[in-house]
């Protein structure tokens, strides 16, 4: 596939038409006091919360145009996959080697242009940054380019994972130099990684100068048991239901309050960890103490689609069997395009498994993915996050770094 230089038109309509958008809708915030834009090729590389991402940043750098890496799946829905190769999109497997996008990288840079990457692979679940791939400080060395960071802050209270649409609110963005052509050239790949993860986490990055929140007040919490799933005080899954602000246990009648800074105040006589990340922490602290080199393996009965065929058809349904998940891996049995098949995806390929809540979640392998859904379409994400808990506890080498989530670091991992 030939990488164009992205369409100077559609850049230059959506950034007149857009950002004053964001910039309303949002107050966006732009911090270019350590940015002086290298000459020649670079690449930009960014943490990854919410889809509005990649707005943000592109039209951020403007009038410098990015070829941005994006997910392989979006190319397959119209209009986006007419409309990515045009503003000269990338696409990439994720989480599975791709030596045809790190070819196309090589080729946007040597003939002089710039790349956007978002190095997690995905929006974060909660919120909090998830970690890159080992192998992205590899490829930052190989290619030999000086690397500008970009680190949003505060999308995420606008746009969660877990809600539909966006609410207005305040976000910020940081623009600075990472590495030079020098600092490519002296770093080790595990400094690399190092620098990568604290820079996109904001560990290094001042506090913003205003709180970030949310400037609405109705609905905060809706939709939350997408990703929340374990009641805090009586320990049962899939009982919490949510309401305007509140989120509630049924069966023991526990509660908290969302605020616009997402913060979660505990009602009276309940108990809730005070943010969605602390409680989507526990949640994985959870599921990881409970595996063990000797435990059941979890069966589920699933449907499958696959890609479909024909350009921009998005996908379509491949079958109905039986999914398997062992500290060994993933094994499908089952129908998949009309024939009988047994699939199995070792624990040591599947490091992350992306997810729609309450519909779907993705094994990417082989060049292609799957998109599994349970019978019981609100386990999409407990079984997305027992698979990535299975490969930090039982895969030989682990390859994603730690990310901000230490719910990955108990229990025995």
Excluded at 113 to 126: K, N, V, Y
Excluded at 255 to 276: Q, R, Y
């Amino acid at each position: 596939m030939k990488v164009k230089r992205p369409n100077a038109i559609i850049y230059f309509l959506v950034y007149i038409l857009i950002y004053p958008l964001l910039k309303i809708l949002f107050r966006l915030e732009t911090d270019r006091s350590n940015f002086a834009p290298p000459k020649g090729p670079f690449l930009v590389v960014s943490n990854h919360s919410t889809f509005m991402d990649f707005l943000v940043v592109m039209l951020s750098i403007y009038p410098r145009r990015l070829n941005a890496v994006t997910a392989q799946k979006f190319f397959l829905y119209k209009p986006l996959h007419w409309l990515l190769p045009m503003v000269g999109c990338i696409p990439k497997n994720l989480f599975d080697p791709d030596m045809r996008s790190i070819q196309s990288i090589k080729t946007v840079l040597k003939r002089g242009d710039r790349i956007l990457m978002f190095p997690e692979g995905r929006c974060s679940t909660d919120g909090a940054y998830a970690g890159i791939h080992k192998s992205t400080g590899k490829l930052v060395k190989n290619l030999g380019v000086p690397v500008i960071s970009c680190r949003i802050d505060g999308a995420y209270i606008c746009m969660p994972y877990w809600r539909k649409g966006f609410r207005t609110g305040r976000v910020r963005l940081t623009i600075s130099e990472l590495f030079s052509h020098e600092d490519i050239k002296n770093l080790s790949v595990d400094e690399i990684n190092n620098a990568l993860d604290l820079r996109l986490s904001g560990s290094d990055t001042p506090p913003p100068r205003r709180p970030l929140r949310t400037f609405g007040a109705r609905r905060l919490v809706e939709g939350l048991q997408g990703i929340i799933y374990l009641c805090p005080k009586c320990m049962r899954e899939f009982t919490l239901e949510t309401e305007g602000n509140k989120i509630r246990c049924t069966a023991c009648g526990n509660e908290a309050i969302m605020e616009k800074t997402t913060k979660l105040s505990p009602s009276p006589g309940c108990v809730c960890p005070d943010s969605v990340q602390r409680w989507f922490s526990d949640q994985t602290r959870y599921e990881m103490s409970r595996l063990s080199e000797d435990m059941d393996e979890i069966i589920e009965q699933v449907t499958v689609r696959v890609p479909a065929k024909e350009p921009g058809k998005g996908v379509m349904p491949g079958g109905a069997g039986t999914l398997r998940l062992t500290p060994k891996g993933w094994y499908y049995t089952g129908e998949l395009s009309g024939e009988n098949v047994d699939l199995f995806f070792p624990i040591e390929s599947v490091p992350a498994i992306p997810f729609d809540a309450n519909n779907n979640f993705q094994i990417y392998a082989n060049g292609s993915f799957f998109m599994f859904t349970p019978q019981d379409e609100r386990k999409s994400l407990k079984y997305a996050l027992l698979g990535e808990c299975m490969h930090r506890r039982f895969a030989p080498n682990i390859v994603l770094t730690p990310g901000m989530n230490d719910g990955f670091k108990e229990g025995g991992c």
